[in-house]
């Protein structure tokens, strides 16, 4: 159905091989082309017809990334990712989520963002709308350390002098977890905020944070502020950071 080259690593978007998705669509030709457009991406892709199943499979397995039909049988998008969401001991309930609809205004576009989905797709929609999506995902599958000290020390040369810095950082996320809500209101100004933080996160070994901050500044770069997911995840690797600092200094 598609041509991509399966030895052509272009043609995977740089995608993991383990990367896996679950296509959630009671429309036969939706969710056969997007079955088949993900595995054209070096994705491996399960497909269902309605809500209900969506959850059950979610909460069984991991998946990397969800696609879910805003109007399914059983369950709608919102209410599939809800579940999961509310579930901590659902294999998939930290997962990229993305909504899907034949039928989308501004004001359901909006609202889908602000209950965490990390971006709504229009149907029909293109492979290359899809390899689009893969850039969201990506920066969330690979487990990081959250104080890489081989790295800092790499970069700093000495550990003191790494000390040091993770004593400043320390301070910085501190008053930036402050300023999180303000923050959330001003695309601009947060973006700036996070371009600075990385730099801060790479002499002091903070990968895991360094990581989550790059992938919520494309998230902001693209327009999509009102989406709670990337900041929910940068909020929690943000915190993890702070107590990994706090208990380095102890």
């Known amino acids: 159905m598609f041509n991509t080259p399966a030895s052509d690593p272009a043609g995977a978007s740089g995608a993991p091989e383990t990367m896996r998705a679950l296509v959630a669509d009671d429309d036969p030709a939706s969710r056969l082309f997007l079955v088949e457009a993900l595995r054209s991406l070096g994705l491996e892709a399960e497909a269902c017809h309605d809500g209900t199943t969506a959850i059950a499979l979610a909460r069984r397995q991991p998946f990397d990334l969800l696609l879910l039909d805003c109007r399914m049988p059983g369950a709608g998008a919102e209410d599939v990712l809800a579940a ?7 294999c998939s309930s930290d997962c990229t989520a993305v909504a899907t609809s034949a ?22 929609c293109s492979v290359a709308d ?24 790499a970069t700093m040369g000495d550990a003191d002098v790494v000390k040091a810095m993770r004593a400043l950082l320390r301070a910085e996320l501190a008053s930036l977890y402050q300023d999180l809500d303000t ?21 002091c070994g903070a990968t895991a944070l ?11 770069r693209l327009g999509h502020s009102g989406s709670l997911a990337p900041l929910s995840r940068f909020r929690g690797a943000l915190l993890a950071t702070i107590e990994a600092l706090e208990a380095r200094a102890a």
């Open 210 to 220: 360094a990581a989550q901050a790059t992938r919520l500044q494309r998230h902001l």
């Open 84 to 90: 999961l969401r509310q579930d901590p001991a659902a």
């Open 183 to 203: 923050l959330r209101d001003d695309p601009e100004a947060f973006a700036g905020r996070l371009h600075r933080l990385r730099s801060s996160c790479g002499f």
């Open 130 to 153: 899809l390899r689009r999506i893969l850039t969201l995902v990506q920066a969330g599958t690979t487990a990081m350390p959250l104080l890489d000290d081989a790295q800092a020390i």
């Open 103 to 124: 039928d989308m205004d501004a004001p359901e576009r909006q609202r889908l963002l602000s209950a965490e989905f990390s971006e709504v797709l229009h149907k029909p």
